[in-house]
């Protein structure tokens, strides 16, 4: 099964801690391909994805901004997480 995760809005006290501990559950409790979807809908909309690994999202808890899932607009942080087929 696939995961993809996407963030829309500005940045969010706990984003990274989120994106992080959603993807990590899914990646070894799961065994889920964790994919992050960049540029929020728009990258939906376009498949602007990367495949996000357990390596990738361990250094992401320190690092300012949303990483590695970048998207900077004047609406609400929303995160929405996708299963897709």
Known sequence: MKVG???SGGD???????I??????AINNY???VIGIQN???GLLYKDIVEL???SLSGIL??????PLITMSMVP??????ILP
């Open 40 to 42: 929020g809908f728009s």
């Open 77 to 82: 942080t929303l995160l929405l997480v996708l």
């Open 31 to 33: 065994g889920m391909q």
């Open 53 to 55: 690994s357990d390596q």
């Open 5 to 7: 995760i996407l963030t």
């Open 20 to 25: 992080r501990g959603v993807g990590k559950t």
């Open 62 to 67: 320190n690092v300012g901004g949303t990483k």
């Open 12 to 18: 969010a006290p706990g984003i990274n801690a989120t």
